[in-house]
């Protein structure tokens, strides 16, 4: 699962997250106990990620999906096989 996810990933966010502007760079970190991705991205601002409309990263989100069902061999439609358990922002500490 780990390889399929990491697939889509290149094929559908990575090009678009590099587009867009602010945007900084990203981890992609595997929890192998869990079977879990987790993603870090960092933004140069939070106005920079709040400014793409939502429609725009759903578009690309329904993408990675139909791309993640393919890597894993699972036919079209369907639930995500990576849903998204949780999402949050932090911030840099200030600098001194």
Avoid: H, M, Y
């Avoid at 870090?40 to 106005?47: F, G, K, P, T």
Wanted: with cysteine; hydrophobic share 40%; proline share 5%.
């Amino acid at each position: 699962a780990r390889q399929a996810w990491l697939t889509a990933e290149r094929q559908c966010w990575d090009p678009w997250l590099r587009s867009q502007r602010g945007f900084l760079g990203r981890e992609l970190l595997w929890d192998r106990e869990r079977q879990e991705g987790v993603l870090l991205i960092r933004w140069a601002s939070l106005e920079d990620w709040k400014a793409i409309p939502e429609a725009e990263v759903d578009g690309v989100q329904g993408r990675f999906e139909a791309a993640a069902r393919r890597a894993l061999g699972l036919g079209e439609g369907g639930a995500n096989p990576f849903p998204l358990l949780s999402s949050g922002g932090l911030q840099p500490l200030g600098r001194t």
